[in-house]
């Protein structure tokens, strides 16, 4: 096989190996019915997926466990425009002036 | 049922997600850019881009790519990367009912992070199918062309704007304003803190395993918490 159509049978492995787990249950539907208490449970994994995706983002540098850094300053900013003002563009302004403001001065 | 409720409920998906879908840009950008960096071809990158059109699936397995790992690795690493959408599929699929398997198919293949969190209150909470439907798929097909127009735009810019912009910061930003508004919930703000310790504290477990134990993790302190809730509120 050559490094071409290695690479693209690669792809196409990736992409199985994706929409598979997307489509699973939305595909199985009724013919596979989770147990409610499951379905209740499931309620909470949106916000445990976002926090276990942002956490270590913002509060990990390198591999260290380092709270007080620049992307914290800008999360706080973000998140107080988010709850200050209903302009849904504001935080990302907010947070991305905060982030580059403090890196720019060497924070 | 009136026809129309279809392109209603495109509508007002499309509303609620537009602010958020802005996310998807920067690691669109970025995206394009890594694949150019691991020495795929302009032809190769989209190619990638259009047949897994997943951020975190394409960014975990390049390096993979690049250092010329075992196509097992890579696939068991691409799976280990999506075992969080087995769960979202699981807790939307509810809301696919009265929808044909075709469609479902589609639906799931357009599965995102951003749609799902964004959409599935409603998508439990409607009666109308075809309502349900086009308020999934606005927003899906939104991020699909985002996608791969932003991935385009890095795969060709690759190389001339500059790293220290960190412009994948505005994605973390995304992720955050989605979480805010479901923190309010105090069992939905003891599952995300208890999962986002979680995933601290195991952040160096291979494969990012620690992802998929916090999430369950912040799954069941979520649902005891709800459970202690309802216990205080009856006494």
């Given at each position: 096989m050559s490094a071409e159509a290695g690479l693209w049978l690669s792809f196409i492995?990736?992409?199985?190996?994706?929409?598979?787990?997307?489509?699973?249950?939305?595909v199985l539907g009724n013919r596979v019915r989770l147990p409610?208490?499951?379905?209740?449970?499931?309620?909470?994994?949106?916000?445990?997926?976002?926090?276990?995706?942002?956490?270590?983002?913002?509060?990990?540098?390198?591999?260290?466990?380092?709270?007080?850094n620049?992307?914290?300053?800008?999360?706080?900013?973000?998140?107080a425009a988010a709850t200050f003002s209903r302009n849904p563009w504001l935080p990302?302004?907010?947070?991305?002036?905060?982030?580059?403001?403090l890196r720019a001065m060497g924070g | 049922m009136p026809a129309s409720s279809f392109r209603e409920g495109a509508r007002e998906g499309f509303r609620a997600f537009l602010p958020l879908s802005v996310g998807l840009i920067p690691w669109a950008l970025v995206t394009g850019m890594a694949m150019i960096s691991t020495g795929f071809t302009p032809a190769q990158a989209m190619g990638m881009n259009v047949i897994v059109f997943a951020g975190t699936a394409q960014l975990g397995t390049l390096p993979l790519i690049g250092i010329g790992a075992p196509l097992w690795l890579i696939v068991v690493t691409a799976l280990a990367l999506n075992l969080r959408f087995v769960i979202f599929s699981a807790a939307v699929a509810q809301g696919f009912r009265g929808i044909g398997t075709p469609t479902r198919w589609f639906a799931g293949h357009l599965l995102t992070d951003g749609v799902f969190a964004c959409c599935l209150e409603k998508m439990l909470k409607v009666e109308d199918p075809r309502w349900r439907l086009g308020y999934y798929l606005?927003?899906?097909?939104?991020?699909w062309l985002l996608w791969q127009s932003f991935a385009l735009i890095g795969v060709f810019a690759a190389?001339?704007?500059?790293?220290?912009?960190?412009?994948?910061?505005?994605?973390?930003?995304?992720?955050?304003?989605?979480?805010?508004?479901?923190?309010?919930?105090?069992p939905m703000l003891v599952a995300a803190l208890s999962s986002g310790a979680t995933a601290i504290a195991l952040?160096?477990?291979?494969?990012r395993l620690g992802l998929i134990v916090a999430i369950v993790v912040g799954?069941?302190?979520?649902?005891?918490?709800?459970?202690?809730?309802?216990?205080?509120?009856?006494?």
């Open positions: 492995l990736i992409g199985l190996a994706t929409t598979l787990p997307r489509a699973s249950f939305i409610s208490v499951v379905q209740r449970a499931l309620r909470y994994a949106p916000a445990a997926a976002l926090a276990a995706i942002v956490a270590p983002d913002v509060l990990v540098v390198g591999a260290d466990f380092a709270p007080l620049p992307k914290l300053a800008g999360v706080v900013a973000a998140v990302f302004i907010a947070g991305m002036t905060v982030l580059l403001g | 606005a927003p899906s097909v939104w991020s190389g001339s704007i500059p790293k220290h912009w960190s412009l994948e910061f505005m994605a973390t930003i995304a992720l955050l304003m989605l979480l805010v508004p479901l923190a309010r919930q105090r952040r160096g477990m291979p494969l799954i069941l302190a979520g649902f005891a918490a709800e459970h202690w809730h309802a216990k205080g509120e009856a006494q």
